[in-house]
């Protein structure tokens, strides 16, 4: 896959998942990266191999979220940052408010330091 549809990919994952206020886009994101990393191309999932492939990413993945969670306090979009991606108000709040975008541009960084460091 290329950069430019891996891009395309993730396009749904704003707003805690098309909008629905769940897990924010930065930790599905950062497990789908797992998946690439780790992953090989599956003909039988029920292979001890890819078991271990799929426990290696569950685990990590697991990591990352607990130790989001513990610096953030949250996973859930719209507990970080207080928009409710679901009405059009909270879109446009969101937009127009600064801090709250930056927040994320800060949970972003932190997947980024955290998996490369």
């Known amino acids: 896959?290329?950069?430019?549809?891996?891009?395309?990919?993730?396009?749904?994952?704003?707003?805690?998942i098309?909008?629905?206020?769940?897990?924010?886009?930065?930790?599905?994101?950062?497990v789908m990266a797992l998946g690439l990393k780790y992953g090989q191309p599956v003909k039988d999932v029920r292979t001890p191999e890819q078991a271990e492939i799929r426990n290696k990413i569950?685990?990590?993945g697991n990591q990352f979220l607990t130790a989001f969670a513990e610096k953030f306090g949250h996973t859930y979009c719209r507990k970080l940052t207080g928009y409710?991606?679901?009405?059009?108000?909270?879109?446009?709040?969101y937009r127009q408010d600064q801090e709250a975008r930056?927040?994320?541009?800060?949970?972003?960084?932190?997947?980024?330091k955290?998996?490369?460091t």
């Open 18 to 30: 098309v909008g629905r206020q769940s897990e924010c886009g930065v930790l599905v994101g950062s």
């Open 102 to 112: 930056q927040r994320c541009v800060g949970y972003a960084e932190f997947a980024l």
């Open 1 to 16: 896959m290329n950069d430019d549809n891996l891009g395309r990919a993730a396009l749904g994952f704003g707003g805690g």
């Open 84 to 93: 409710d991606f679901s009405q059009s108000d909270g879109i446009r709040g």
């Open 58 to 60: 569950y685990f990590e």
């Open 114 to 116: 955290y998996f490369i």
